[in-house]
């Protein structure tokens, strides 16, 4: 049973102060390893409006250090962003916090903003990703290596032997095909994709893992559970709301991103996407969804509006999945 907590920590206007958010997810995860929880995942945007979090090596080492056995997950980082020797020491100091708990996904994004925020073209992705994970892989082996025309040595090394396994996530054929070459697995946007990583393995002679089955998929983004559900959805809704209209106008109707604009609450709850459940509602979907991923501080809610939900969930539901 995977059971997940999820942080991109939007701390729009009218919700929680940043600083606030900020320590509930340090406790929050501190409560999600002692209960049993598999992973938390930290996100990364940037030029966003809310607050988004921009440096979620900086939240991930946070967490590493009040927590004992939960994997710290960055999914995904922005990689063509990153100066790749600065990256790879960063990293190798958080794989050594977590000792060897850290997974680590990467991506090139897909906002123009992003990019010229920091003087770079959106253009030059494939490019600057395929230089990133090649010198990330060099760095970890703590030997010199020529990067750039230069000899360089990147220590210490990580705890990991080699540094921690690069997902590769994308939402292309070009980006199946360029992690089949260069990375340890793929994390598609949409399952589609995934053939075409497999395909591109057999191509270059690498072992392939086994067809993903088809299954039914998830619209699912939220879970909230609640003893009263229609009083907690009005608490909920503006920030569910701000998420999904921030998220669609990104999206910019790609029909692979599971978020898009709505024009009302009453369009949003209809969506299915924002579960506001009783906890044994959400026992029995966990069940058939094969785990729970939880994002307490969505669209900077209330903590304590978060504490409710979390607090049912250890009393109600995880004696229930966890048996």
Known sequence: MALSLGYDMRAPDFGTPASRLYAAALEQCEWAD???FTSVTFMEHHATTDGYLPSPIVLAAAAAACTQKIIINIGLMLLPLYDPLR???DLAVLDLLTQGRLYLVV??????EEYEQFGLSIADRPARMEQAVQAMKQAWTGEPFEFEGRTVRILPRPHTPGGPPIIMGGTSKAAARRAARIADGFMPSAPRFFEFYREELIRLGRPAPPPRPEGPSSNVMFVHVSEDPERDWARIAPHALHEMNDYGRWAKGDPDYPYYEVRDLDEL???GRYLV???EECIAYAKSAGGLFLKP?????DPHLAWESLTLIESRVLPALLS
């Open 269 to 271: 709850r209809e969506s």
């Open 277 to 279: 459940i009783t906890p």
């Open 87 to 89: 990256a790879a020491e």
């Open 107 to 112: 991506g090139g994004g897909y906002r123009e």
């Open 34 to 36: 002692r209960v049993g």
């Open 297 to 301: 501080l969505m669209g900077g809610m």
